[in-house]
Every structure is written in structure tokens, then in C-alpha cells.
């Protein structure tokens, strides 16, 4: 009988807040493997709109229905993190050529720190290749609505997060 390895994968970011293409991709990683780590970056040299408690509360309200999902947060390299929850896949979302670019590059850093964890990129629906986080935060900063941006789980706690102030 064979012992195998769970294929754990770390998915990253800052998710400020997590959107429909997050959730794509999420949703994409977990039919390739035994568990995906959402891992919201905690890094204080970026300016975020939500804290880190917030963004974790909103994704764990987008993602009930993906049994093999779980959220953390981490501080410092992604590399480092993946080593500790014994993960061997990064899990990255591409929606352009540009995205394409930066995170081929930012692969490769990940790639020359630890060789043995490997990234994954999937590709969003076309319907969700023109949604970024900061382009709902700049619909939420002039009061527009971000329904079609956000999974219902996020959206209803942002919206009660708004009208509470």
C-alpha cells in the first residue's frame, strides 16, 4: 500500500477584497488539488482598504461551498509560508498578457528561493478578465455598486460594513 502526499496548494494574496475571478481560480485549484490555502498576504508596506481580519471574514463567507478551501494569512516570503503548510504548489491567476508577465517573473524569484515548489497558473473566464481588486476599491471609494465584481458572501458584509459607517 502507498502513502500519498496530500497536493497541498497555496493560493496568495492580498485579496483586498476577493473577487468573482478569485473565486474562479479558486474554485479551478480545488478540482486539481486535495487543498487549497488561500493565504491573504499581512504585508504593511501595501496600502490595503480592508484589514487583514476583514478580508479573511469575507472570503470565508465566499467560500462555503468549496469544502477543500481554507484561509489563513501570512506575513513575509510565500516561498517560506508554502514550506510550513508543507505545500509544493503556488497557485497563481492570470487574466492578462501584463498578468502573464509579472507573475512569470515573479515565479521565477519564487523558483530561484526554493526549487521544489512549483507554481501553477490558471487562466480566469473571459467575463472575469477585467476585474482587479483595485478596480472595485475604486468603485467602492465613489460609492458605485461592486455586485458584479464580488462573491455574495463578500458583498453583503462590505455592504454592512458601509452602512454601519
Request: charged share 30%; proline share 3%.
Amino acid at each position: 500500500m502507498t502513502n500519498k502526499k496530500e497536493k497541498i496548494a497555496i493560493y496568495a494574496g492580498s485579496f483586498d477584497p476577493i473577487t468573482l475571478g478569485h473565486i474562479d481560480v479558486l474554485k479551478n485549484g480545488a478540482k486539481m488539488f486535495d487543498k487549497v490555502i488561500i493565504a491573504v498576504a499581512d504585508n504593511p508596506n501595501k496600502k490595503c482598504m480592508f484589514s487583514v481580519e476583514k478580508r479573511i471574514k469575507f472570503i470565508k463567507n465566499s467560500i462555503k461551498d468549496i469544502p477543500n478551501a481554507e484561509v489563513d494569512s501570512f506575513k513575509g516570503l510565500t516561498v517560506e509560508y508554502a514550506k510550513k503548510k508543507n505545500a509544493d504548489i503556488l497557485l497563481r491567476g492570470l487574466r492578462t498578457t501584463a498578468d502573464f508577465e509579472f507573475e512569470t517573473q515573479l515565479s521565477q524569484n519564487n523558483r530561484a528561493i526554493c526549487e521544489d515548489i512549483k507554481t501553477v497558473f490558471l487562466i480566469t473566464k473571459p467575463e472575469y478578465s477585467f476585474i482587479s481588486s483595485s478596480a472595485v476599491k475604486e468603485i467602492l471609494i465613489n460609492k458605485g455598486d461592486i455586485s458584479k465584481f464580488v462573491p455574495k458572501g463578500a458583498y453583503d458584509l462590505i455592504q454592512n460594513q458601509n452602512q454601519k459607517g
